[in-house]
């Protein structure tokens, strides 16, 4: 009744960029902080990386070795590099180091974008704005889902402001959407509408992702997600197109409709054959059943069902999303 979706990597590209870089301290260029974040990027594997890495390319600098990788899911990143401690993350990451934000400092990004701070010891040295956006057929899926008759839901651990830009694009009410969620508490927000007697869907990608995959009812992971999310699925979509998720909810309706008819047409058969072969219309019509013809009818109720089952091949027709959309690279 439900269906769940992942902002970052999901519903928006995998291939996010980097629109900003402000230096907030004098020893560091807004290029020793793109390299100093890149460093410690190379040991994730995020959607953020990725943008972070690739700006360094951009702008032609060569990256710089760390070591000692910490991956806080759903927080940030830290490594060594130089012999100090560097820090990338989101600013509920930064608080947990004892960072306060100042008013000048939280405004430096524009609205709609994700947020990293970068941080060298206990030092705030810089700010990244990074710019997400959606995948061309989030919107139709979405749109798609809600005339099925199912509630969608934006469940993500960026800033809210990102979460409601995405959420007024794709004309989601306020109520489906949860921002700034860390990735124990999204495995909770799915329990909770669980609680609220709603069956759950989840689709994901990230290693953040994985504790709300494995809570959902029926977990869906893109075939181009981390590991682990594709691990705990239960459907695992070929690449990362968005109407994929439509199709396997229609076609897991019309393999259920089919197990209905096969129920059905089994107990119908059964009704009758078993009496017959038991001789009932013997006293009246003489009709008796050898064992062999009965066991041929036995075999041919397999059959038959069987044959239903392998009809759905004919029957579901697979999305009317024109080949573009889903083969389009973003
Ligand atoms: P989502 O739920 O949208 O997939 P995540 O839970 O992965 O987002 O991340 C939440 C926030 O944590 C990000 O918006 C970012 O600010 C921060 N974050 C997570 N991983 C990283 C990383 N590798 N580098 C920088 N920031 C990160
Ligand atoms: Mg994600």
């Not at 807004?30 to 390299?35: K, S, T």
């Not at 609680?195 to 953040?208: F, P, S, W």
Request: aromatic share 6%; proline share 4%; with cysteine.
């Amino acid at each position: 009744s439900t269906v769940v979706f992942d902002k970052t990597g999901t519903l928006t590209t995998a291939s996010p960029q980097v629109t900003t870089c402000v230096s907030l301290s004098h020893g560091f260029s807004e290029d020793r902080i793109l390299q100093l974040a890149a460093a410690v990027e190379q040991g994730t594997h995020h959607p953020i990386a990725t943008a972070i890495c690739r700006a360094l390319e951009g702008r032609n600098l060569p990256i710089i070795d760390a070591e000692g990788f910490v991956t806080q899911t759903g927080l940030g990143a830290a490594a060594m590099v130089d012999g100090e401690r560097v820090w990338v993350g989101s600013a509920e990451g930064l608080s947990g180091c004892g960072v306060i934000l100042s008013e000048s400092v939280l405004s430096i990004i524009p609205p709609g974008e994700t947020v990293v701070y970068v941080t060298v010891g206990d030092e705030l040295v810089g700010v990244i704005g990074i710019c997400d956006r959606l995948k061309s057929d989030a919107k139709m899926t979405v749109e798609r889902l809600q005339k099925m008759g199912l509630n969608v839901v934006l469940l993500t651990g960026d800033r809210f402001s990102v979460a409601e830009a995405i959420a007024s694009e794709l004309q989601l009410s306020e109520g489906s959407v949860l921002a700034e969620v860390r990735p124990e508490d999204k495995a909770k927000a799915i329990a909770a509408y669980q609680q609220q007697g709603h069956r759950v869907a989840m689709v994901g990608d990230g290693i953040n992702d994985a504790p709300a995959l494995a809570q959902a009812d029926v977990a869906i992971a893109l075939g181009t997600g981390t590991d682990v999310a594709i691990e705990t699925a239960d459907i695992v979509l070929m690449g990362d197109a968005l109407g994929d998720v439509v199709e396997s909810i229609r076609l897991s309706q019309q393999t259920f409709n089919k197990i209905r008819q096969n129920l059905f047409w089994a107990f119908a058969y059964n009704t009758i054959g078993l009496p017959m072969a038991a001789g009932v219309l013997l006293p009246g019509f003489g009709i008796v059943f050898s064992p062999s013809v009965a066991a041929a009818f036995m075999a041919f109720s397999s059959v038959s069902v069987v044959t239903n089952s392998l009809l759905l091949r004919r029957q579901f027709t697979p999305a009317d999303f024109p080949p573009s959309i889903k083969s389009q690279p973003e």
